[in-house]
C-alpha cells in the first residue's frame, strides 16, 4: 500500500532562483529552468549531499558538523508572499529578497505542509519537503536594498509564511509555468505528549 497520498491539489511554479554565492549576498538570481540533481540545483550554493549543521539544528548536531542536506532548496508560496508584502508594505515581495529557489501558487497554507510530503512535477521531477523554513533577519538588508525601510518588518511578516525547504528525490529540470502536484503522507497527526 503506497505510503504517500497524490492529492487532487496542483500547483504551478511562478518564479526560480539561485543564489550563486550565498557568502556574497543571500540574493536570488531569477532563472527560467532550473536542473535539480540529487545533490539540489544545479550551481546553487545551498546544494550538496551534505552541509555543515547550522543554528535551526544544533539541539541535535553541534554547529559545523557535517549532515545530510535538506536544505538544498528554499520553496515559498505566491500566495505567502503577497500576504508579506501587504505586511512589510511593499506593492510586490521579490522572491529574491529572501533567496528563494522556487515560488508555487494554488497550494493551500503552503508553509504548514506535513514533512515528507512530494512536490512532483509533469515529468516526475520530485522534491521532498523537509520542514518549515522560519524566518530570520537574513533578507532585512537585502529588502531595504530595493524597498529602504521595509526589511526590518520581514522577520515578524514571514512567520509562518516563510515556505519550506526542501531537497531532490528525483532529478530532472524544473520550469517556470510548470504544474506541480502535491503528494502527502498517509499517515495520522503525531499525538504525543505536548512540546514545550
Not at 41 to 60: I, Y
Not at 181 to 195: E, F
Amino acid at each position: 500500500m503506497p505510503a504517500l497520498v497524490p492529492t487532487e491539489i496542483y500547483g504551478q511554479i511562478t518564479w526560480l532562483g539561485r543564489v550563486l554565492d550565498r557568502d556574497a549576498a543571500l540574493a536570488s538570481q531569477p532563472v527560467e529552468t532550473l536542473e535539480v540533481t540529487f545533490a539540489g540545483p544545479v550551481g546553487e550554493d545551498h546544494g550538496g549531499l551534505t552541509r555543515p549543521s547550522c543554528s535551526r539544528v544544533t539541539s541535535q548536531h553541534p554547529k559545523g558538523t557535517e549532515i545530510r542536506n535538506t536544505r538544498q532548496l528554499c520553496v515559498m508560496s505566491a500566495e505567502e508572499m503577497s500576504d508579506i508584502a501587504r505586511t512589510i508594505g511593499v506593492e510586490t515581495f521579490d522572491p529574491a529578497w529572501a533567496g528563494a529557489s522556487v515560488v508555487i501558487s494554488g497550494i493551500p497554507d503552503f508553509t504548514h505542509l506535513p514533512p515528507s510530503s512530494r512536490i512532483q512535477g509533469e515529468d516526475g521531477t520530485t522534491l521532498v519537503v523537509d520542514m518549515e523554513n522560519r524566518p530570520c533577519h537574513l533578507p532585512a538588508p537585502v529588502i531595504d536594498t530595493d524597498a529602504p525601510g521595509h526589511g526590518r518588518a520581514f522577520k515578524s511578516a514571514a512567520k509562518g509564511k516563510r515556505g519550506v525547504t526542501a531537497w531532490v528525490e528525483r532529478p530532472g529540470t524544473l520550469r517556470v509555468g510548470m504544474q506541480v502536484r502535491l503528494h502527502v503522507p498517509d499517515q495520522r497527526a503525531w499525538n504525543g505528549p505536548t512540546l514545550i
